[in-house]
């Protein structure tokens, strides 16, 4: 398998083989925040899901891929504190804000700046098409901004708040995708990098801050539903992440993290259809505008 990605890089089939794991990244990623976002505590979701994705890692990463290379050990280092800020972020804007407000910000500003980090650190560049394509997402996700702070009635007290975490936390996206592209072509082995990173990230600092948490509640929720939200979140995560992990691989990485952004799509049928969260048309319109950009994105390429 690892000979077979190595043969593909760069090529025709390497691209399309990356436009359907971002594409598959986008739906699961939207699934994964449903998840987080449901009905418990979104800081004890966290925990239980980066426990059980860690936990199934661990295995993996210490008995079957190859052993991590000496330069790969500082990588693993600067993505486990790049993860971390995001998560802190993300668990405070899933605390302040209704999940069909904040992740189409969180996720439509990612892209935005990792276009610019794909330049900086890959030289990737983008043709005055693809720059259209942005400023359409752009639009989209600052006219979804403008919609909620003027016609969101929930949690008003929070929403300009929440608003900015939501931006602060798709910069934490936008630079671990381009900090995980950079650490997947490092590895010489991409399943080593993809095994190492779960069983790091997962079992380090979040599952013990969610139990810390889980213990000093007064009215705690039954540990059952929760683990049980936690495994299928993990599983989630290995498709999830890793699907977009491995696309930046295979392909360019600014072209990805674009593309995976029509997860808001997703996300407002999630937040509508599980969560109960009303959506409306205006603001499903401008979802789809954000989607729209990713797609002139990949069609400008």
Same mark, same amino acid.
């Given at each position: 398998?690892? #000979? ?12 399309r &083989?990356?436009?359907? &794991? ?10 994964f ?8 505590d !979104?800081?004890l ?7 059980s ?7 993996v990463? @210490?008995f ?9 050990w500082? $990588?693993?280092v600067? +993505? ?5 800020g995001?998560?802190l972020?993300q ?10 407000? +904040? ?9 935005? *700046?990792? +276009? $610019?980090?794909?330049? &900086?650190?890959?030289?990737?560049t *983008? =043709? ?6 942005v400023?359409?997402?752009? /639009?989209g $996700?600052?006219?979804l901004?403008?919609?909620? @702070? $003027?016609?969101?009635?929930?949690d008003?007290?929070? @929403? ?16 671990? =995708?381009?900090?995980d592209?950079?650490?997947?072509r490092?590895s010489?082995? !991409?399943?080593t990098f ?6 790091i990230?997962? &079992?380090?600092?979040?599952p ?11 009215d705690? !929720?039954?540990?059952?539903p929760l ?13 999830s992440f ?5 696309? =930046?691989? @295979?392909?360019? +990485?600014? #072209?990805?993290?674009?593309?995976r952004?029509?997860? =808001?799509?997703?996300? /407002?049928?999630?937040?509508?259809? /599980? ?5 409306g048309?205006?603001?499903? /319109? ?12 990949e069609?400008?390429?």
């Amino acid at each position: 398998m690892t #000979e077979w990605i190595a043969g593909i890089e760069g090529t025709e089939a390497g691209h399309r &083989l990356a436009l359907l &794991l971002a594409l598959a990244a986008a739906f699961l990623h939207a699934v994964f925040g449903a998840l987080q976002k449901g009905r418990h505590d !979104p800081w004890l979701s966290r925990g239980a899901i980066d426990f059980s994705y860690g936990a199934m890692a661990a295995p993996v990463a @210490l008995f079957v891929v190859p052993w991590p290379e000496p330069h790969m050990w500082p $990588i693993f280092v600067t +993505v486990f504190f790049i993860h971390l800020g995001y998560k802190l972020a993300q668990g405070y804007t899933y605390t302040k804000g209704a999940y069909t407000v +904040v992740y189409p910000v969180v996720r439509g500003t990612g892209p935005f *700046f990792a +276009v $610019i980090g794909a330049y &900086l650190l890959f030289g990737e560049t *983008f =043709t005055v098409t693809q720059w259209l394509g942005v400023g359409v997402l752009l /639009a989209g $996700i600052f006219g979804l901004a403008v919609y909620n @702070l $003027i016609h969101w009635q929930l949690d008003r007290d929070t @929403l300009r708040p929440a608003l900015a975490l939501a931006v602060l936390t798709g910069a934490f996206v936008a630079l671990y =995708t381009t900090y995980d592209a950079y650490g997947i072509r490092a590895s010489a082995d !991409p399943f080593t990098f993809l095994a190492w990173f779960f069983m790091i990230d997962g &079992l380090t600092v979040m599952p013990w801050l969610a139990a810390t948490r889980w213990l000093r509640m007064g009215d705690r !929720p039954d540990l059952g539903p929760l683990m049980l939200r936690g495994l299928a979140g993990g599983f989630v995560a290995f498709f999830s992440f890793g699907a977009i992990m491995m696309a =930046t691989r @295979l392909d360019k +990485v600014g #072209e990805a993290a674009v593309l995976r952004e029509t997860s =808001t799509v997703f996300a /407002a049928l999630i937040g509508w259809l /599980a969560l109960g969260e009303l959506v409306g048309p205006r603001r499903l /319109a401008l979802m789809a505008l954000i989607a729209a950009g990713a797609v002139i994105v990949e069609m400008g390429g």
